[in-house]
Nanobody
Framework: QLQLVESGGGLVQPGGSLRLSCAASGFTLDHYAIGWFRQAPGKEREGVLCISSSGMTSYLDSVKGRFTISRDNAKNTVYLQMNSLKPEDTSVYYC?????????????????WGQGTQVTVSS
């Protein structure tokens, strides 16, 4: 069974940090681009950032300088390091596997999705 599983979400104060993980089972991530999406209450899901199979990255302007995406192919895992978190970052975060990052904000670019992990930024 092909699966992506996110972990690492939780409650954090504004200005704090979290690291999310996206682990694959049933397939290897080496040849896939991995995107992170988020969905806030009452809003549509939006693409936030992406890392290609070669390690190139694409970021939404609102998270540049605060979020970093990286991959560890040996562990079959992609990470999302989130620093300087703001209340508006509160969302369910999803990872997805696809074939490239050129249109990373389009959900159509991805074949596999995780179930999501909740991130809440609040004092």
């Amino acid at each position: 069974q092909l699966q992506l599983v996110e972990s690492g979400g939780g409650l954090v104060q504004p200005g704090g940090s979290l690291r999310l993980s996206c682990a694959a089972s049933g397939f290897t991530l080496d040849h896939y681009a991995i995107g992170w999406f988020r969905q806030a209450p009452g809003k549509e899901r939006e693409g936030v950032l992406c890392i290609s199979s070669s390690g190139m990255t694409s970021y939404l302007d609102s998270v540049k300088g605060r979020f970093t995406i990286s991959r560890d192919n040996a562990k079959n895992t992609v990470y999302l390091q989130m620093n300087s978190l703001k209340p508006e970052d509160t969302s369910v975060y999803y990872c997805a596997a696809g074939w490239g990052c050129s249109r990373y904000r389009s959900e159509d670019e991805y074949d596999y999705w995780g179930q999501g992990t909740q991130v809440t930024v609040s004092s």
